[in-house]
């Protein structure tokens, strides 16, 4: 991360996701094990490396009696769990939902986090409750979730396919409504992970599903094996410009504004807002086609409700040199793009 640019790029976090742990904990202390022969040292220590890098470290839990492939939860221990994390310095924690009454999340979740918040380290904490309550069709307490939790799991889990990457994509636009407006600075709806520089997505794929989760102002969590990533996926992934929208301070999270002919059409508003109090906009043209060949695609600014009388200046955000096209888009005007089958362009709109 720190050899590859990537932190420079702005990625600070190196989490561990499920089975670092042994199957039990102490006998004598209770505590949580880790894995004798992957962490021989222990966790401390790992955490030590890690923020020797600049970086800063995550470890996967469970609220449920034991995570989703069978190690120790935290249910019983919540105490004795977060005083743990605290002294191996974690900086993050993300808690899953499997093996646990979903019913009783809503007390479960802050309670953890409420002994996060009393060992007076700052942990970045990541619930889960959503997807678990969702699958039961109850519909989540957001306002408990923004006071108790940095962000959470609203939905499944990410596979690696673009079948998959496209479900998550309906999910978000088919709910907008009611999730977009609990997203803000502090507490963030999550996607799920990146797949970019793993197996089942293209390039034009990658660069779809990077643009989108700028719009969604989603967590950025790169799962692959950095030592195997294309230049050319590197370059997605440590887009300055796109990671800018992504991590914008206004901290909107975008919506799905547009379907027409399988096009879709995110968009973001961002800063700079303009003197007039103007929004400038990050939008993403989305093709859903398989035609086999690029689609031509237009629509008006007034189309998109962008109503600055004074214009936007334009730029691609995917371009490898920062050019600005030439002509300042009014209201009126026509926006004309070209997009690839399951492709993405994506442009920022600054407004005048």
């Known amino acids: ?5 990537y932190k420079d790029a702005g990625y600070e976090y190196v989490i561990i996701d499920d089975c670092w742990l042994e199957k039990k904990r102490d006998n004598v202390t209770g505590r949580l094990v880790p894995d004798k022969k992957r962490f021989p040292n222990g966790m401390k220590a790992v955490a030590d490396y890690i923020h020797s890098k600049g970086l800063k470290f995550g470890l996967y839990e469970d609220y449920g009696t034991s995570t989703c492939a069978g190690y120790p939860g935290v249910i019983d221990n919540m105490k004795l769990d977060a005083d743990t994390f605290a ?6 924690v993300k808690l899953d939902g499997c093996n646990a009454d979903p019913k009783t999340m809503d007390v479960g979740y802050p309670k953890f986090g409420d002994y996060l918040n ?4 700052p942990m970045v904490y990541s619930c889960s409750w959503p997807v678990y309550q969702e699958e039961k069709g109850t519909i ?3 306002e408990l979730m923004i006071k108790h939790c940095n962000l959470w799991r609203n939905w499944d889990d990410i596979q690696d396919s673009y079948d998959s990457l496209k479900k998550i994509m309906d999910y978000f636009s088919r709910n907008q409504e009611r999730i977009q407006p609990q997203a803000g600075p502090g507490h963030w709806n999550d996607p799920d992970m990146l797949l970019l520089g793993n197996y089942a997505l293209s390039y034009d794929q990658s660069k779809t599903q990077m643009a989108v989760w700028a719009i969604l102002a989603a ?3 790169m799962s692959t094996d950095l030592r195997s990533v294309t230049p050319e996926i590197k370059a997605i992934l440590q887009n ?3 990671i800018a929208v992504n991590q914008d301070a206004l901290g909107i999270q975008g919506k799905r504004v547009i379907l027409i002919n399988k096009i879709e059409v995110w968009v973001k508003p961002i800063s700079p807002v303009s003197k007039t109090g103007h929004y400038s906009y990050a939008v993403a043209f989305v093709s859903r086609r398989d035609d086999g060949f690029p689609f031509d695609f237009g629509l008006k600014l007034s189309d998109l409700k962008f109503d600055n009388l004074n214009g936007y200046k334009v730029h691609d955000l995917f371009a490898k040199t920062k050019t600005l096209i030439p002509q300042k888009y009014r209201t009126e005007d026509t926006f004309n793009v070209r997009i690839n089958p399951s492709g993405v362009q994506f442009y920022k709109f600054t407004s005048l």
């Open 140 to 142: 989540p307490n957001y």
């Open 118 to 121: 009393k060992t007076g380290r």
């Open 1 to 5: 991360m720190v050899e590859e640019g």
């Open 219 to 221: 967590p950025l969590l």
């Open 240 to 242: 300055k410009e796109i």
């Open 87 to 92: 002294e191996w310095e974690v900086d993050y």
